[in-house]
């Protein structure tokens, strides 16, 4: 499964209420010159496909080691660094393991942020850390999410922030590297209800763009949340909606602070009849169901330590063979995630 992760922070002024473009990305808002960590994933899983246990992808697994940096440069420009050390780059582009790598300035409401960045799209699975994800959408384990550019945003009101974005394609290649996307986004936060909506526009082949609407919902009830997730995506000369479009629900319960219980299901069609979506290849129809939990044992400081487990399956047609979730798959797991602290210098 091709596993990425997502994030950048944009912080707002002390006026308005602070919209981090991505839940995963804000670290405590402080004057430290640095904090540095890392965080790690190890899971045991297993994986059989209708019947058959796939020994290359079962087994006992690094999922996860990340180096993360962050700090204020001076009051309102903060930079933030968040390195893959277990992902492989090319001997030319130390970049290709880099998640993000930017600095942000917020002033009066405004953030203006540059350097590499999580693609501004929307929807909550979209918007989680990676390794907070156990099953995921055909659509997730293939977009290329974070891409170099530069963000605009502002606090519209207390509860509303707008994004506007232009990045490098994900889609771009290395013989041509001149390929755009744009996007805007509205990060909300009114009572119980949480919405992360995009409309975005990607350049897939030099001149040819595909557009995607993402809608992101989510509901708070005390201990129980509920997020569903809408993504269409089209291109010129075909159908626009539900032709080719992703669908992504998670119910989840936390009857207290060592625990969280979820269930959640997706599904990922493209009937466009084009070649123009990289990401759900035309002929999928693949739906997902599965269901997981969480314990943090460590109570008083619960991002230190977590134990987790989790069983999703997976029927129908994935046009892409290079992703583990085809017709009758299995994918369980079980592991462990852990942050480790190293260093926070403050400012005199």
Request: proline share 3%; net charge neutral; charged share 20%.
């Amino acid at each position: 499964m091709k596993y990425r992760a997502i994030c950048h922070i944009l912080y707002a002024s002390s006026l308005f209420v602070s919209f981090p473009l991505a839940a995963e990305e804000a670290p405590d808002a402080d004057n430290s010159l640095l904090r540095l960590g890392v965080t790690a994933r190890v899971d045991w899983q297993l994986n059989r496909q209708d019947g058959h246990t796939n020994d290359a992808n079962s087994g006992f697994e690094g999922k996860y080691l990340m180096l993360r940096a962050d700090g204020q440069i001076v009051p309102g420009l903060n930079y933030s660094w968040r390195q893959r050390l277990n992902k492989m780059h090319s001997d030319t582009n130390f970049f290709d393991a880099t998640d993000w790598l930017y600095v942000n300035y917020a002033v009066q409401g405004w953030q203006f942020e540059a350097g590499k960045e999580i693609v501004a799209i929307g929807g909550w699975e979209y918007d989680r850390a990676p390794f907070d994800l156990y099953g995921t959408s055909v659509f997730w384990n293939n977009i290329a999410c974070y891409q170099l550019g530069a963000t605009v945003g502002y606090n519209v009101a207390p509860a509303d922030a707008l994004y506007l974005q232009a990045v490098q394609s994900p889609f771009f290649t290395k013989q041509n590297r001149n390929m755009y996307g744009y996007s805007l986004r509205w990060n909300g936060s009114h009572s119980f209800y949480k919405p992360i909506w995009s409309a975005n526009l990607f350049e897939y082949e030099k001149g040819h763009y595909i557009n995607y609407l993402s809608l992101g919902n989510r509901f708070e009830f005390g201990k129980w949340v509920v997020e569903a997730d809408f993504m269409n995506r089209a291109a010129s000369h075909q159908t626009f909606f539900f032709k080719d479009c992703s669908v992504v629900g998670e119910v989840s319960f936390a009857p207290n602070s060592r625990w969280r219980i979820h269930a959640k299901m997706t599904y990922d069609v493209n009937h466009s009849g084009t070649e123009a979506d990289y990401n759900v290849l035309d002929g999928t129809e693949l739906t997902m169901a599965g269901a997981g939990v969480e314990f943090y044992p460590l109570i008083k400081d619960k991002t230190d330590l977590r134990i987790h487990a989790s069983a999703y399956y997976s029927w129908g047609k994935n046009a892409n063979s290079a992703d583990v979730m085809q017709q009758k798959t299995l994918l369980a797991n079980i592991g462990l995630t852990w942050n480790m602290n190293f260093l926070n210098i403050k400012r005199k």
